[in-house]
């Protein structure tokens, strides 16, 4: 089955100790995305691919950093984790930017900051 | 303002009862597409329904329906004959193109507990 996968489910790490999250899909879309979800709020968007081309929400902290090598997989650094950076975070793609284009969503990487 | 509003936090129904999940949106844009997600505690946001600005017709997906008024900007989540593993959030999510940039715009959530 086609689908969205993220790696790893659960990390734990310290209080400003760099680490990365990765995405990966068998979806083929053209379209990548990372959210940020705090507890008992909303997905908040930090940034998106379209192809190669990033795409940053302008209040995404600097903190945050995003690569796509390829059209498969995409990863989210987190430069100097705080306390406040503990969240889940979810990967969706889409095949392309259009408003009837279904964001399908990976199962989220639960990051925890000691 | 907030663009797209879910007045319910919480909501209890009982088994096999169908439920109605409130969403209201704001937009100047004629096209836009309204989705609905589902939220276990596993963490995973699974696509239920679409609903585009066009359609004429209410979107349905098996016990998920779509009671989209646009006059009154409402695209409420209908679920029939609930079952225990309904129990999640739920969310209302709206995406628009502004200015070539796209955004899925989430809602706050409502939690459905199925009991029963």
């Known amino acids: 089955d086609a689908m969205v996968i993220q790696n790893p489910r659960y990390q734990v790490t310290q209080f400003g100790k760099p680490v990365t999250l990765s995405c990966s899909q068998t979806?083929?879309?053209?379209?990548m995305y990372w959210y940020q979800q705090k507890s008992s709020q909303a997905p908040k968007l930090l940034f998106h691919?379209?192809?190669?081309?990033?795409?940053n929400e302008a209040d995404t902290p600097d903190n945050f950093q995003s690569r796509r090598p390829n059209t498969s997989f995409c990863f989210l650094d987190i430069r100097s984790p705080g306390l406040g950076d503990a969240a889940m975070y979810l990967c969706?793609?889409?095949?392309?930017?259009?408003?009837?284009?279904?964001?399908?969503f990976g199962p989220g990487t639960r990051l925890t900051v000691l | 303002a907030q663009k797209i509003t879910q007045t319910q936090p919480g909501m209890f129904v009982q088994e096999k009862e169908a439920v109605t999940l409130d969403c209201t949106y704001d937009?100047?844009?004629?096209?836009?597409?309204l989705f609905w997600y589902k939220q276990p505690s596993s963490g995973e946001m699974i696509f239920l329904i679409y609903?585009?600005?066009?359609?004429?017709q209410n979107a349905t997906e098996g016990r998920y329906s779509l009671n989209f008024q646009k006059a009154r900007k409402s695209a409420n989540l209908v679920i029939s004959a609930s079952q225990l593993g309904d129990s999640a959030m739920y969310f209302c999510?709206?995406?628009?193109?502004?200015?070539?940039?796209?955004?899925?715009?989430f809602g706050t959530g409502t939690r459905l507990t199925i009991i029963p």
């Open positions: 609903q585009g600005s066009y359609d004429e």
């Open positions: 691919y379209y192809d190669k081309d990033f795409n």
């Open positions: 969706a793609t889409s095949l392309r930017l259009a408003v009837a284009d279904t964001q399908y």
């Open positions: 979806l083929n879309h053209n379209v």
């Open positions: 937009t100047s844009d004629q096209s836009y597409g």
């Open positions: 999510a709206m995406r628009e193109i502004n200015f070539g940039n796209e955004k899925l715009t």
